[in-house]
């Protein structure tokens, strides 16, 4: 996910040159440029349709990903077969820097959450460019802990809060991070907003639990959704800032 001191471009990512990509987001912002040049001769773009496993929970990465274009999900699946969405990645987020550390496997599945575009750094090359950009690696540790405490967050709503807060929190944070602010008065814009069916495993509920609570937010004013864009107010973003 990107750091909250990095600043997006006004370029949507997939139309930039790999090494701009590179130059601008999470863990590189800080890398030399002689090291951009080498991870952008090395990195490969792919797409993804809507629902393809990109890893898999247990299994090593075999890279550091990066969101170009659409959405990814971080899932786990949970006792009884049921998933849960942990995180909801965009544009300028990563993933994968599990290789950074060794022999160990994903601790939640990415999947692609609709037609995704994707920018991998091999995970040899990323552990060599590590070794030489110490920054990057402290950055990558500040990645995985903003991740740790998205993760916690979420747990925690799972067992003291209802399905209403757990849901106000999710949009709030989802707009926060992959919306746009209008303006002071218009609020936040959220698009494409994920199906009622993910937002359920985000907050750990069922569908029409969460249609219900979604009808209740708007009768009161705190949304308005249209297709798959929704406003959310700034009385309702306010209270998780």
């Known amino acids: 996910m990107?750091?909250?001191?990095?600043?997006?471009?006004?370029?949507?990512?997939?139309?930039?040159?790999?090494?701009?990509?590179?130059?601008?987001?999470?863990?590189?912002?800080?890398?030399?440029p002689p090291e951009i040049e080498q991870l952008g001769r090395a990195a490969v773009r792919m797409r993804k349709?809507?629902?393809t496993a990109i890893?898999?929970?247990?299994?090593?990465?075999?890279?550091?990903?990066?969101?170009?274009r659409g959405r990814v999900n971080l899932v786990r699946?949970?006792?009884?077969?049921?998933?849960?969405?942990?995180?909801?990645?965009?544009?300028?987020?990563?993933?994968?820097e599990v290789c950074a550390f060794g022999g160990g496997g994903m601790s939640t599945s990415a999947i692609a959450a609709v037609h995704t575009e994707l920018l991998r750094v091999p995970a040899e090359l990323f552990v060599e460019h590590l070794r030489r950009e110490p920054e990057t690696m402290m950055r990558v540790a500040r990645l995985?802990?903003?991740?740790?405490?998205?993760?916690?967050?979420?747990?925690?709503?799972?067992?003291?809060?209802?399905?209403e807060e757990r849901l106000r929190r999710t949009l709030a944070r989802l707009a926060t991070r992959q919306g746009?602010?209008?303006?002071?008065?218009?609020?936040?814009?959220?698009?494409?907003?994920?199906?009622?069916?993910?937002?359920?495993?985000?907050?750990?509920?069922?569908?029409?639990?969460?249609?219900r609570t979604l009808s209740a937010m708007a009768r009161s004013g705190l949304v308005t959704a249209s297709g798959r864009r929704m406003i959310l107010t700034n009385d309702l973003i306010s209270q998780y800032l």
């Open 2 to 32: 990107a750091s909250s001191d990095t600043c997006r471009p006004t370029i949507p990512l997939e139309r930039m040159e790999t090494t701009e990509v590179l130059s601008c987001v999470e863990p590189f912002v800080a890398a030399r």
């Open 49 to 51: 349709p809507s629902g």
């Open 55 to 68: 890893l898999s929970e247990g299994q090593p990465s075999d890279g550091l990903y990066i969101v170009l």
């Open 77 to 96: 699946v949970a006792d009884g077969g049921r998933d849960l969405i942990l995180s909801v990645l965009g544009p300028g987020d990563a993933f994968g």
């Open 144 to 163: 995985q802990h903003e991740r740790l405490r998205e993760i916690e967050s979420v747990a925690s709503g799972l067992a003291l809060c209802d399905v």
């Open 180 to 211: 746009r602010r209008v303006s002071a008065s218009e609020g936040w814009i959220l698009a494409p907003v994920p199906t009622q069916s993910e937002l359920a495993r985000m907050v750990g509920s069922c569908r029409e639990t969460v249609s």
